[in-house]
C-alpha cells in the first residue's frame, strides 16, 4: 500500500497557470494559479466568484515549474521548523508550506513528500527517497531530531547551516567570474576589432602606396590570423570545456587532479582552499553537534567539503579517528589543513567544546574568504583596466598610427 502511494505521489505534476476573468461587480481581474490541471483551476476560481474567461499554462523550462535550488530547501527547513515548533501536526504543516510556495517544483516535492509521510515512512526516510534534494547532513539531522524529539531545532540547525554555506558559495563565485566575465568580454571586443573592423583599415592602407609601421603590419597579421581561424579557436575552446567537465564527472583520478590545480592557483586557490576549509568546519560541527557520532560526522563533511582533495583527506582522518586517533591530530597527519585550524580543533576537544570551536574555525575562514574575495577585487579592477586599455587602445593606436604619419606627409 505504502509503496503504491510512493508511486502515485512520484507521478505528481504541477504547473503554473496564468487566467484572466471577471470578479464581482464586472471587474476585469488576472492573476497566477499553481495546479495539476485546468480543472483544478476553474474550480478554485469558481468557488472565488471569478467568472474565468481565459486560462493559459505557462510555458518556460520544466514547462513553468522551475528549478529546485538550495535556497528553496533552506526555506523549506526554515518553514517546516517554525511549523512544528507551533505544535502544528507533521502532515499539516506540509500542507501549510506546500500552499506557501510559489515554485510549482518545490510544491510538487513538498507535497510528494507530504504523500510520503501519509503513506506511513518517517521524515528522513522520506528526505532519503529524494537526495537530489537533500543531501546525507540533512537527512541525518532530521533522523537525530526525530530520535530526540528536538525536530524543531535540528530543521533550524540545517537552515542555518544552508544559509551560511549559500552565502559563502556566493563568496567564492564573485571572485571566480567577476574576472573571468571582464576578461572575456575584453577578449570578446578585441577579437570583433581584430575581424570587423581592421580588415576595413586594410583596404584603405592598401591605397596609400607606402611601408606601413610595424605596430600596424602586426595587427594586419594577427587580424588575418584571426579571421582564419576564429571559428576553430571558438571551437577549441568550447571542446576543451566540455571535456574538461565531462572528465571531472566521470574520472576521479582526472577529477582530483583539476581540483588540486585549482587550490595551487595565485589568489584564487588561496580562496577556494580556505572557503574548503570553512565548509568542512561548519559541516562537521554543525553534524557533532546534533548528537552525530564522529565517524559519521565526517564521512558528511567529506562530501560538503566541495573539493576533491580535501575530501580524500577527511576520508584519511575518518579512517584515523575510526582507529582511535584524535580529531586534531588526524587533521595534522593529512598535511592539508592549515595550523591554525588543527590548533583549534585541538584546544576543542580538550575542553569538551568540539562543536563549538569548529563553528569557530569556519566563522574565521569564512570572514577570511570574504576579505580575500574584496581585497582581490580591488586590486584587479586597476589591472583589468590595464589589460583592456592596452589590447583596445594598441590596435587603435596601430590602425591610426598610417593616417598620422600620412598627414605630417602632406
Not at 79 to 90: E, F, K, L, S
Not at 323 to 336: I, N, S, V
Request: hydrophobic share 45%; proline share 3%.
Amino acid at each position: 500500500m505504502a509503496t503504491a502511494t510512493y508511486h502515485k505521489a512520484r507521478k505528481l505534476r504541477l504547473y503554473r497557470w496564468h487566467w484572466s476573468g471577471k470578479g464581482p461587480q464586472g471587474r476585469k481581474i488576472s492573476g497566477e494559479i499553481i495546479a495539476r490541471s485546468r480543472v483544478e483551476v476553474e474550480k478554485e476560481l469558481s468557488g472565488q466568484n471569478i467568472i474565468v474567461k481565459t486560462i493559459r499554462r505557462k510555458s518556460g523550462i520544466g514547462n513553468g515549474m522551475g528549478k529546485v535550488k538550495p535556497r528553496d530547501i533552506m526555506l523549506f527547513a526554515r518553514q517546516m521548523a517554525t511549523m512544528i515548533r507551533a505544535g502544528v501536526p507533521a502532515l499539516q504543516a506540509f500542507q501549510v508550506v506546500a500552499e506557501s510556495m510559489r515554485k510549482p517544483a518545490m510544491r510538487g516535492l513538498v507535497q510528494e513528500l507530504m504523500n510520503e509521510v501519509a503513506a506511513g515512512a518517517s521524515f528522513s526516510e522520506t528526505l532519503r527517497r529524494h537526495p537530489a534534494y537533500f543531501d546525507r547532513l540533512f537527512c541525518n539531522l532530521v533522523e537525530a531530531g526525530e530520535q530526540s524529539g528536538s525536530l524543531d531545532r535540528m530543521l533550524e540547525r540545517v537552515a542555518t547551516y544552508k544559509e551560511k554555506v549559500e552565502s559563502l558559495k556566493a563568496r567564492v563565485k564573485k571572485a571566480l567570474w567577476y574576472p573571468t566575465a571582464v576578461i572575456a568580454v575584453g577578449i570578446g571586443v578585441t577579437a570583433i576589432l581584430l575581424i570587423k573592423v581592421v580588415p576595413q583599415f586594410e583596404s584603405l592602407f592598401q591605397g596609400f602606396g607606402a611601408e606601413l609601421p610595424a605596430m600596424t603590419r602586426m595587427t594586419i597579421q594577427l587580424s588575418e590570423l584571426a579571421q582564419q581561424y576564429w571559428l576553430w579557436a571558438l571551437g577549441a575552446v568550447v571542446a576543451a570545456i566540455f571535456f574538461i567537465r565531462a572528465g571531472i564527472k566521470r574520472s576521479e583520478p582526472f577529477a582530483y587532479r583539476m581540483h588540486a590545480l585549482a587550490l595551487r592557483l595565485p589568489v584564487i586557490g588561496d580562496i577556494l582552499d580556505k572557503s574548503c576549509v570553512a565548509r568542512y568546519s561548519r559541516t562537521l560541527a554543525t553534524t557533532f553537534g546534533a548528537g552525530v557520532p564522529l565517524v559519521e560526522a565526517l564521512e558528511t563533511a567529506a562530501g560538503a567539503s566541495g573539493n576533491r582533495v580535501y575530501e580524500r583527506a577527511v576520508e584519511q582522518v575518518r579512517d584515523d579517528v575510526a582507529t582511535g586517533q584524535q580529531l586534531h591530530f588526524a587533521m595534522r597527519l593529512t598535511e592539508q589543513f592549515p595550523a591554525l585550524a588543527v590548533q583549534m580543533v585541538g584546544i576543542g576537544e580538550e575542553a569538551g567544546a568540539l562543536d563549538a570551536m569548529l563553528n569557530r574555525v569556519a566563522d574565521y575562514y569564512e570572514e577570511d574568504v570574504d576579505n580575500k574575495v574584496d581585497a582581490l577585487t580591488s586590486l584587479l579592477e586597476p589591472f583589468i583596466i590595464v589589460v583592456l586599455g592596452v589590447l583596445v587602445g594598441g590596435l587603435v593606436i596601430s590602425m591610426y598610427l598610417p593616417i598620422f604619419e600620412l598627414g605630417s606627409v602632406i
